[in-house]
């Protein structure tokens, strides 16, 4: 057998060992994200099919619409966002796998040409980019094989379409993160490329608020938008090769196999650029990571000694450092005060009498700050222990417990939650002239949430770890993560009912059945900080007998 077989092959074991369960644990973990994805697709595949029935109304109500106009430019503006999008992430996640992966330096040991591994990397820098919006188009691509005239033509151009656009970012991020690394190295690129990804979506944001999205509340300004954009002709695609995706979608949905051909003509097309890109660029990516080796392990000048002051002031140094290292660290902060100042611009416009529209806003708001500390903490708190890697071996040696370290970690990522939480807690009560017990249950649940959420991750992470996971975003994405995201989403949600009387009103009448706002805070304040012990108090016990990375 050849090289490039054998290589193929040791990679699908790998990939078939490191999704094996390793323990009742981690298969727990893997049945519970299982059941997460699919919960997911099916809640995704039932609004679809509910906006397909109200859409199939209003063209009955509103002759003058063109379905095939509609969907174009709908596909289009999904299609572009989705473009930019996996641009922005395939640009970071680029730099760690084109030139911070260490099975790369191990794979350039095998006979092998490097245009055939750069290949490889940027087909893994595609899959860990676009894997959550493979995961989304999915219940549209199931919708559509049941619904469309043609089964094959519309899931078929759909499809290829999709891929095209995920193929298409993903080579171009790849390709710009040579550019990046040629005037910046490597570490430095990676933050580099975080920061332009922070400043996309930002930019992507605020261009969003900058078209005053709230007019669509008014129902003769969301008719008016609806008619001219459901009748105004498309222009011609031309050489706009997402025009031509969306058009290729829409004829392949509407039956019509010449969309289908167009949508595989384009994907061809993508996986020829992909492969004569990595070809090209095979000489320069081959100096670049040489020179960034050789700078890496160049030796460094004299630093200065200084004395520990504590083991535990040592654990929290550390902690803070590999925090504010982290690559992904100034692209979450960018875009959470993006968010926040979006949000609060967004708060002002809600008439101030309106105090039932106050009420039902303030009871959102407590959601959306929890959510934002569970995103937050999914991306720091849970990876914690899993981006030790090989390290981990090594910690065991030194004079600490896991237990101190794993409070350090956890002390360190919940002070940022809790300040987050608090912050957006005020700054909504303020705006919306929260007072009484709303103000109070608000803030309970910011501080309670930004203590407990963290902590649940960091353990829930902990009982899973995955130390020879490439990247933190795949540890977050591997088992026990979605199910860590779905439980901190939950607790995200209970709150907004004992902070909104309006919200709670309308669950009662719906079960028919008296909440008490007081024992609804009370009941979730002691569910969440048992949740956090528990997972806590269960990764102390497994990680000292964890299995740890070789060497």
Known sequence: MSAAPTALASSLKALARGLSPRSTWEAAGALCVAATALALVLAEYAGLTFLLRISERGFVELPSLVPSILLERLLAGALSGTAVLLLLGSLTTAVSTLFLSEELVFRMTLPIPHARLLLRQTAVTIALSSGPALLLVLPALVLAARRAPSALAGAGALAASFLFVVLLAGTLGSALSLGVVALFPPRRARLLAAFLSTAGLAVALVGVRSARPERLLDPGDALELLLRVGTSPVDAPGWNPLALAANAATRGLAGDYAGLRIALVLLASAVVLLVILSTVLAPLHLRLLRQSREEGEAPAGRRTVRLAASATAELLRAEMRTLLRDAATPAQLGTLTAVFVLDLLNLRLLPSGDAASRDIVHGFQTGLGLFLVSALSLRFAYPAVSTDGRAALLLRTLPHSPVSHLVARWVVRAVPSLSAALLLAIASAVV??????????????????????????????????????????????????????????????????????GLRSLLEMLLGVRLDSRLLLAAWSTLAAALAAGALFAAARRLPRADLPAS
């Open 432 to 501: 919306l002239k929260a007072s009484g017990f709303a103000l109070a249950a608000a803030l309970a649940a910011a501080a309670v949430g930004g203590l407990a959420i963290p902590a649940l991750q960091l353990g829930l992470g902990a009982l899973f770890p995955r130390y020879d996971a490439p990247n933190p975003v795949s540890v977050a994405l591997g088992p026990g993560g979605l199910f860590a995201m779905a439980l901190s989403t939950l607790l995200a949600v209970v709150p907004v009912l004992f902070v909104s009387e």
